[in-house]
Structures are given as C-alpha cells and as structure tokens.
C-alpha cells in the first residue's frame, strides 16, 4: 500500500512539474505588430514588472480618412534593460517602432500582466514624403 501511494505520489509530482515547465517555457505564437507606444509603466505590489501599450492604427474600410485605433498591451522581461530604455526612448519621441513580441499560454505573476512578451523592438525609418524630395532635387 506504501509503495502504491508513493508511485502515485511521485506521478503526480512530475505530472504538475510538466505542466507548469510548459506554461513557463511554452511558447504559442510570434508576431510582430507596428505602432506608437503610448504607455511603458514598472507596476506590480509584490512582483515589479514592466507593461507598455503600443497603439496600432489602422484605416477603416468604409472611408480613406477613418482611422481605427487599437491598443496592444505588452509585457517586457524585467532583465532585459536594453529593451526597455529603447521603448522609454521612443515612447517620448513618439516614434512608429515594429515590436516583435512571443506569446505564453498563461499569464504567471512573476513575469508581467499580459501573456505578450516582448522579444525585439525595431525602429521604422522615416518615411521621407514626396513633396520634400521633390523640393530637394529642385536645390541638388
């Protein structure tokens, strides 16, 4: 009977250190999502995580000029200093940035508010307009 209860003991305790190695390391998508951020906070009481908001317009397909906004709520790994002081740079500047982002099958306390983590930020060249190059070959 003592064995019985040990066996089953012992299943049960890889069986839960299998689900949660799965949720801490499972990855279930990747994507890449283009905008402003609007938002980059550290909040939390007992664990300090950094969240963000990246606002993603988009236009509407009833007119040309109707602009729909979504916001995308983010996490960031609170190791990755790099990361962060470039979302704080371009936060301020209002820069349009790509972020490339992993999404985790749950949400774990320790690790931020959201199942989005950010994984790579990317800044989008400037996009010159026509008129302005049009106005520079005029003085080349």
């Given at each position: 009977m003592r064995k019985i209860i040990t066996i089953s003991l012992s299943i049960l305790l890889l069986a839960g250190l299998g689900y949660l190695?799965?949720?801490?390391?499972?990855?279930?998508?990747?994507?890449?999502r283009a905008g402003t951020v609007i938002k980059l906070?550290?909040?939390?009481?007992?664990?300090?995580?950094?969240?963000?908001?990246?606002?993603?317009?988009?236009?509407?397909?009833?007119?040309s000029n109707n602009q729909l906004s979504e916001v995308f709520e983010f996490s960031i790994q609170s190791d990755d200093a790099q990361t962060i002081k470039l979302l704080q740079e371009v936060s301020l500047s209002g820069e349009r940035i790509n972020l490339h982002y992993i999404e985790r099958y749950r949400i774990l306390p320790w690790r931020g508010s959201t199942k989005y983590f950010v994984t790579k930020v990317e800044r989008t060249p400037a996009a010159s307009k026509p008129q302005e190059d049009a106005e520079r070959s005029l003085y080349d």
């Open positions: 190695s799965f949720i801490y390391f499972g990855v279930y998508s990747e994507g890449v906070s550290k909040k939390g009481v007992m664990f300090k995580t950094w969240e963000g908001q990246l606002n993603i317009r988009s236009f509407g397909a009833v007119s």
